[in-house]
């Protein structure tokens, strides 16, 4: 069974800065690729950034390229999101994501099959 926490979210103003934390356990973290997805008020789940078991390759959604950038400590079991220059549109319940199998392509959203309870980021304008 895989576990995984969220922590680091809160209200920021518009231009800000939040890091977001993920710790996962349950299962031998280094060989499986991470992800993080977002809920915004009212609207599906969607994916934002993945990343390689080994943090090599990353991947992000349109909307945040350039401003978040996602790492991993394997010593740690850790999954970070760094999020920059952040704007209201980016208000949402991010979610610390895993999938199943160790091939998983990190970039598409329907290959997660575990989740973290979330935590809220409020961006104020």
């Known amino acids: 069974q895989v576990q995984l926490v969220e922590s680091g979210g809160g209200l920021v103003q518009a231009g800000g800065s939040l890091r977001l934390s993920c710790a996962a356990s349950g299962r031998t973290f280094s060989g499986y690729p991470m992800g993080w997805f977002r809920q915004p008020p009212g609207k599906e789940r969607e994916w934002v950034a993945g990343i390689t078991w080994s943090g090599g390759r990353t991947y992000y959604a349109d909307p945040v390229k350039g401003r978040f950038t996602i790492t991993r400590d394997n010593t740690k079991n850790m999954v970070y999101l760094q999020m920059n220059s952040l704007k209201p549109e980016d208000t949402a319940v991010y979610y610390c994501?895993?999938?199943?199998?160790?091939?998983?392509?990190?970039?598409?959203?329907?290959?997660?099959?575990?989740w973290g309870q979330g935590t809220q980021v409020t961006v104020s304008s």
């Open positions: 994501a895993a999938p199943r199998n160790i091939y998983s392509n990190p970039s598409r959203a329907d290959e997660y099959d575990y």
